[in-house]
């Protein structure tokens, strides 16, 4: 029952995105936050109350943490304002939990935190029922935190931070994580943006990705990178920064 719900609600989502002529992984997020509080979506799932999505509809998807849980992973999406990391630190205290690990993101107005928790004690549903009083007109949800998953076939995959930089296309974004899929090339973390080239006449696309990937397909990934820089006529570069401990690693490896 549960992956028929979670095919629907897929399915219902593609075809969201299709009507909204959304080309770009940048916007993702915010096409994501309005079908959720859609009515196609609120009329086929009756757990909806107001804009707020309820703690049922998130178990069809992703699992209620059980009684025993204290590794959590707790999101929050909505129309940006002032005190909403205030509100969520603020519950977790009470509930004698702290953030590990976060990751936020300002959209287009919209507001969407990522958060590692750790309670001190086993989770109760309780932490739910307060954010979503605090927050009422966000989408809350809270799940158990999944293990970290073992690599494929025990083979020992490095990290790279790969950057892309060029002119900005609809399927540019959609080429380069198809290639990355295509590659067995597992996407860590991807910001993009598009600016303005003054002097250009044309928008340009940066993004940068963290990858990870088998060792002995290294040679078949910078091949494909540079069949990307041959299509879209754009700098691509690639860093291992599997043994980073900052953010200032040299160059170790290039398509230089």
Do not use: W
Not at 23 to 41: E, N, P
Not at 175 to 191: G, K, Q, V, W, Y
Not at 208 to 231: N, P, Q
């Amino acid at each position: 029952m549960h992956r028929s719900r979670t095919n629907m609600l897929y399915n219902s989502f593609l075809i969201f995105v299709t009507k909204t002529n959304t080309h770009s992984i940048q916007a993702s997020r915010i096409v994501m936050l309005k079908f959720l509080t859609s009515k196609r979506f609120i009329s086929a799932n009756p757990c909806i109350v107001g804009s707020s999505i309820c703690r049922r509809s998130y178990t069809a998807i992703n699992g209620e943490p059980s009684a025993k849980s204290r590794s959590l992973v707790v999101t929050i999406s909505g129309t940006d304002h002032i005190g909403i990391v205030a509100a969520l630190t603020k519950r977790l205290t009470e509930f004698d939990g702290c953030v590990l690990k976060s990751k936020m993101a300002r959209l287009a107005g919209e507001f969407a935190v990522i958060a590692h928790v750790d309670l001190n004690k086993p989770y109760n549903t309780g932490l739910l029922t307060a954010l979503n009083t605090d927050l009422p007109n966000y989408a809350v949800s809270i799940r158990s935190a999944s293990p970290q998953p073992p690599p494929i076939d025990g083979e020992r995959r490095r990290s790279y931070m790969c950057t892309f930089e060029g002119p900005n296309e609809a399927t540019t974004l959609t080429e380069i994580s198809a290639t990355f899929a295509s590659l067995n090339c597992n996407i860590d973390d991807l910001d993009s943006d598009v600016v303005h080239a003054p002097f250009a006449g044309y928008k340009v696309l940066k993004a940068r990705a963290y990858i990870s990937f088998s060792e002995e397909h290294t040679a078949s990934v910078k091949s494909g990178l540079y069949g990307l820089m041959d299509t879209h006529t754009m700098h691509v570069s690639l860093k291992d920064v599997t043994d980073s401990v900052s953010d200032t690693l040299e160059l170790t490896h290039s398509l230089s």
